[in-house]
Nanobody, 120 residues
Framework: QVQLVESGGGLVQAGGSLRLSCVAS????????MGWYRQAPGKERELVAT???????NYADSVKGRFTISRDNAKNTVALQMNSLKPEDTAVYYC??????????????WGQGAQVTVSS
């Protein structure tokens, strides 16, 4: 069984930085897309950034130039470096990892969520 565990997040002042990490554990044959999403109170979950197996990245316009997504295939991890944080970045951040486990059974899992709060 594959599981995701997130770490990082917290409270930071506007202009500060935080780093989120997410590690997938279990029997993993391959990992395809990895990404970060966020959900603010009263709003729908939205894409923040994704990275494909070949390293291609995609960012929401609102975070371009401030956030950087990275992956470590050897460690089955994906990270999100968040710089120049703004109060509107306040949300619960979720990692998402899709791949294959035993007998090439696919999985598409979400992390438990990490609260990021940016004070003005």
């Amino acid at each position: 069984q594959v599981q995701l565990v997130e770490s990082g997040g917290g409270l930071v002042q506007a202009g500060g930085s935080l780093r989120l990490s997410c590690v997938a554990s279990g029997i993993i044959v391959s990992i395809n897309n990895m990404g970060w999403y966020r959900q603010a109170p009263g709003k729908e979950r939205e894409l923040v950034a994704t990275v494909t197996a070949d390293g291609s990245t995609n960012y929401a316009d609102s975070v371009k130039g401030r956030f950087t997504i990275s992956r470590d295939n050897a460690k089955n991890t994906v990270a999100l470096q968040m710089n120049s944080l703004k109060p509107e970045d306040t949300a619960v951040y979720y990692c998402n990892i899709a791949g294959a486990t035993v007998r090439w059974t696919g999985f598409d899992l979400w992390g438990q969520g990490a609260q990021v709060t940016v004070s003005s």
